[in-house]
């Protein structure tokens, strides 16, 4: 099996000394797992950095063995942000997420769209709340699609707009820029609220059942915004 491809860089772990494993997430394939053989070369380590978009050229002998990458460099995205702890930090979450909820070898070219995507949004002035919905978008095209709308109610406390989680067991406050996608809030609290409940969302619908965790590095993201 030989095919070339285009992809974003899920992850990299050691294989051998000059040799990576890594995760790519393809536009005609999907998520594919290969080795590259040099990976930790002096020529090719340091535009493999998690998120990048490289040009894949994959072989492998059969379905049932791991192949092997070579690949070329298409645009090195993270780089631009190596003096911005937060967007990276949130790099690393979104190709996590992406790891960790698609299938080996499922094309998805709605998720590698959303991928390209995530790069544009790094761009707005407001790109936190972005962010959030960009998670969302992910969950809807996978499966899982959260309709805020129909689980909360509406309450004016010291007439201020208020939202509600409709649940009898926990009322949970729902930022109003979740609700009200005009809000344009860039309110830190706002912004780690709606993370927050958007993680318990994908902890208790998504991960658990699944026997997943939420990955460190959304952890880590989610708490460098308070």
């Known amino acids: ?18 040799s990576l494993i890594s995760e ?3 536009k005609n394939h999907g998520k594919v797992s290969g080795i590259i053989f040099g990976g930790t070369s ?5 535009y493999l950095q998690i998120g990048n978009k490289i040009h894949v050229n994959f072989n492998s002998k059969s379905e049932n063995k791991i192949g092997y990458f070579k690949i070329e460099i298409d645009k090195a995205f993270t780089p631009l942000y190596f003096d911005n702890h937060r967007k990276l930090l949130c790099i690393t979450s979104a190709m996590d997420l992406i790891k960790i909820l698609t299938a080996e070898f499922q094309k998805n070219e709605n998720v590698y ?3 390209e995507n995530f790069y544009t949004l790094l761009e707005s002035s407001n790109w936190i709340k972005k962010y959030v919905f960009w998670e969302l978008e992910l969950f809807k095209l996978l499966g899982f699609d959260l309709e805020l709308s129909n689980l909360v109610e509406e309450k004016f406390v010291d007439n201020q707009k208020k939202y509600f989680s409709k649940s009898t067991s926990q009322k949970k406050i729902i930022p109003n820029f979740l609700i009200d996608k005009n809000n ?12 927050k ?16 965790t939420q990955p460190s590095s959304r952890l880590q993201f989610v708490n460098c915004i308070k």
């Open 1 to 18: 099996m030989i095919w070339d491809d285009s992809g974003f860089l899920l992850s990299k772990n050691k294989y051998n000394e000059n």
């Open 24 to 26: 790519i997430f393809t």
């Open 197 to 212: 409940l958007v993680g318990d969302y994908l902890d208790k619908t998504i991960l658990k059942p699944n026997n997943f």
């Open 113 to 115: 769209q959303l991928i």
């Open 42 to 46: 002096r020529k090719i380590k340091n």
């Open 184 to 195: 344009e809030t860039e309110n830190l609290s706002d912004l780690f609220n709606g993370l």
